[in-house]
């Protein structure tokens, strides 16, 4: 069993920038299957959307909204991934969750973290 925990979101102004991070914790046998990790948000009445995904070789690919805009980055070694939004515009207000792929458990999401774009 493992567990995915978001955390830096926040209230910021637009044109400000904001740094998610995602740890996953638990059995360690399963933490060493995790493979692609990514990012998903969902605004208020809207569908959640997929936001950027990392391989584990650091491999990256973005959603055109936020290309440009959005690094995703990961820390293999402390089984963690981060996004840093920068430029962030009030359209970017939303639920973030951050996701994870396990050999045998498959897709792992995190609790999400609330991010708001306002002045």
């Known amino acids: 069993q493992v567990q995915l925990v978001e955390s830096g979101g926040g209230l910021v102004q637009p044109g400000g920038s904001l740094r998610l991070s995602c740890a996953a914790s638990?059995?360690?046998?399963?933490?060493?299957?995790?493979?692609?990790m990514g990012w998903h948000r969902q605004a208020p009445g809207k569908e959640r959307e997929w936001v950027a995904t990392?391989?584990?070789?650091?491999?990256?690919n973005y959603a055109d909204s936020v290309k440009g805009r959005f690094t995703i980055s990961r820390d293999n070694a402390k089984n963690t991934v981060y996004l840093q939004m920068d430029s962030l515009k009030p359209e970017d207000t939303a639920v973030y969750y951050c996701?994870?792929?396990?050999?045998?458990?498959?897709?792992?999401w995190g609790q999400g973290t609330q991010v708001t774009v306002s002045s």
């Open positions: 996701s994870a792929r396990f050999t045998y458990s498959g897709l792992e």
């Open positions: 990392i391989t584990t070789g650091r491999s990256t």
């Open positions: 638990g059995n360690i046998v399963a933490l060493r299957t995790m493979g692609t």
